[in-house]
Nanobody, 123 residues
Framework: QVQLVESGGGSVQAGGSLRLSCAASGYTYRTMAWFRQAPGKEREGVAV????????VYADSVKVRFIISRDNADNTLYLEMNSLRPDDTGMYYC??????????????????WGQGTQVTVSS
């Protein structure tokens, strides 16, 4: 059984940075990811990281600005967010799955989710 607990969200001005963390208890999952959901919009995939190997997948809107990483020693997932923009605002969720998912930026199929942490970017 796994529990995912996000932290690190908050309010920041445009151009600033935040670092999100996700503490995962239980199994070391093959796929871990960050999703976000803005008001009135569908949940969208932000970044994915695989284990073993550490290969990553990013949404086009966050490439270069965001970096996903994973510490397998303590099952902690991170998202470094830089050069934040107002359209990055939303609830950010940590997710995980046993499998290598065929469409990792899709919310469908992931078998574990955290409660989310709010990120608000002001202009």
């Amino acid at each position: 059984q796994v529990q995912l607990v996000e932290s690190g969200g908050g309010s920041v001005q445009a151009g600033g940075s935040l670092r999100l963390s996700c503490a995962a208890s239980g199994y070391t999952y093959r796929t871990m990811a960050w999703f976000r959901q803005a008001p009135g919009k569908e949940r969208e995939g932000v970044a994915v990281i695989y284990s073993p190997g550490g290969s990553t997948v990013y949404a086009d809107s966050v490439k270069v600005r965001f970096i996903i990483s994973r510490d397998n020693a303590d099952n902690t997932l991170y998202l470094e967010m830089n050069s934040l923009r107002p359209d990055d605002t939303g609830m950010y969720y940590c997710s995980a799955d046993f499998r290598v998912l065929p469409s990792p930026l899709s919310a469908l199929g992931y078998n574990a989710w955290g409660q989310g942490t709010q990120v608000t970017v002001s202009s």
